[in-house]
């Protein structure tokens, strides 16, 4: 079972979703975008704990 997010999930009007095969993939994705395209966002381990916790399982 994989993993997916997106920033609405966040509560973003961004577009962007991703999906991976296992929960440390997404985040590495998902900060990845965080750098480049949410820049106001500080990068730290609350961040990354906050990212986790809105990921969904996918089938």
């Excluded at 997106?6 to 577009?15: E, L, M, N």
């Excluded at 985040?27 to 990921?55: A, Q």
Aim: aromatic share 2%; net charge positive.
């Amino acid at each position: 079972m994989g993993k997916s997010i997106s920033c609405k999930d966040a509560g973003k009007t961004c577009g962007w979703s991703a999906t991976a095969e296992s929960e440390d993939e997404l985040l590495k994705i998902t900060l990845e975008h965080v750098k480049e395209h949410h820049k106001d966002l500080t990068i730290n381990s609350e961040l990354s704990k906050n990212i986790k916790s809105i990921m969904k399982n996918t089938k």
